[in-house]
């Protein structure tokens, strides 16, 4: 059972609040470059695999192409698991908030 959260936000394992409209970069080395706007977070019940129970996971839009592929789905969607939103080497880094949440 899914449920869409379009107007709420989601943890990060390290308490980042993802949020719909933040653009996040993507840190992997393989693609330099692509950025991504979350639309909004969905709830997945997984019961089987190394996944069991509830994951949650970022819908995102493609803004900008890796450097290295610049025909590369801009525009398309994509679904990222919300613990990997995190700066790390592989995961993601938060580059632009929303204006509600800007320091005042």
């Known amino acids: 059972m899914d449920r869409n959260r379009t107007g709420e936000d989601m943890n990060t394992v390290d308490g980042l609040h993802v949020r719909p409209g933040q653009v996040w970069a993507d840190n ?21 695999g190394s996944l069991t129970g509830k994951v949650s996971y970022a819908v995102c839009t493609v803004l ?4 290295n592929y610049p ?34």
């Open 64 to 67: 900008t192409p890796p450097a």
């Open 28 to 48: 992997d080395p393989r693609a330099t470059g692509r950025t991504l706007r979350v639309i909004r977070i969905e709830d997945h019940i997984h019961t089987a």
């Open 71 to 104: 025909k590369g789905r801009v525009g398309q969607q994509v679904t990222i698991r919300v613990s990997r939103m995190r700066p790390t080497s592989t995961g993601y880094r938060l580059v632009q908030v929303m204006p509600e949440e800007a320091p005042a």
